[in-house]
């Protein structure tokens, strides 16, 4: 998208309400040739210069970024540090799996060194778990505990997302079939055994009843938006706020809105900029929540 597209979506999420702009993109886009003319038109020499300045004026309007770029080295990761609230990489899993074999990005220890570079940079950093690749249920421990280890040494791990693969048409993987719900049930009961003290996200729009997740251990159901589709997964419409709160008002939840920082983070000035520091004291009340004024 063209920075003016970007801020112009931007514009339209200020006005509907949304505190998060997520910016998700493949791994090193400007290694195709269409990426690179598009960057040059924009008059940007890599996918970096690109993302920082259009955070920055995200982050002018009042709205929180949350980047998902891929493999970042520390030196990239830094400069994006400055505008964004939070980022994002999925470990995936931990194990070399067949489905990655040609995604050079998706080697689990430059994945794991991506995850860990964001810890020393003190950034609130969003990973996960895809289940359904080929991966058996010790890998998805073993990842679980990587993830762990790598938190607390480091502390800066906001959540960890149980993400059921979604075959789609026109892939290499698109006659596998989706993981059970009854699978991801059981994953998501044993990532709380095993990483207590974390927060445990499934997304709303890829499971069909939220209750049952919650009552297995999960406790953070992601950004939903009235604005844009989910671009990964653009098959499956977001949930409105009042089918979430349908779901799980028997049950003995109730939903409070956070910011795409963390509010353990969002109260912790060491874990943010100047920049992004002044954008959350605006965003966030007193216990780090979003405002509701």
Not at 8 to 17: C, H, N, S, T
Not at 43 to 70: F, S
Not at 129 to 141: C, N, T
Request: net charge negative; hydrophobic share 40%.
């Amino acid at each position: 998208m063209s920075p003016e597209k970007v801020i112009e979506l931007a514009k339209r999420a200020k006005v509907a309400g949304c505190s998060e702009a997520l910016i998700t993109l493949g791994e090193r886009p400007e290694v195709h040739a269409e990426a690179r003319e598009k960057l040059e038109e924009f008059g940007y020499k890599n996918t970096v210069d690109y993302l920082t300045e259009i955070c920055k004026q995200i982050l002018e309007l009042r709205l929180l970024p949350h980047t998902n770029a891929g493999t970042l080295n520390e030196r990239e990761l830094l400069r994006l540090r400055r505008y964004n609230a939070s980022m994002g990489l999925m470990l995936e899993c931990a194990a070399e799996l067949p489905a990655h074999r040609n995604s050079p990005g998706k080697d689990p220890e430059l994945r794991l060194k991506v995850i860990e570079a964001a810890g020393k940079l003190g950034i609130p950093f969003t990973t996960g778990l895809l289940i359904g690749v080929g991966e058996s249920f010790d890998d998805r421990v073993r990842s679980l505990l990587e993830i762990k280890n790598l938190h607390e040494h480091y502390g800066h791990i906001q959540e960890i997302i149980i993400q059921p693969f979604a075959p789609k048409p026109d892939t290499p993987m698109s006659n596998c079939t989706a993981p059970s719900e009854a699978e991801l049930l059981a994953t998501v009961g044993m990532a709380r055994s095993l990483v207590p003290e974390m927060s445990i996200q499934v997304p709303p729009n890829l499971v069909s009843n939220v209750g049952r997740f919650l009552l297995a251990g999960a406790n953070d159901l992601g950004g939903i938006s009235s604005v844009t589709p989910d671009f990964i997964n653009p098959e499956r419409p977001w949930p409105t706020i009042k089918k979430i709160e349908a779901a799980i008002k028997n049950i003995g939840f109730s939903p409070r809105e956070r910011l795409p920082i963390y509010p353990r983070y969002a109260l912790d000035k060491s874990f943010m900029s100047n920049e992004v520091y002044e954008c959350v004291s605006e965003l966030a009340d007193a216990d780090g929540y979003r405002r509701r004024d």
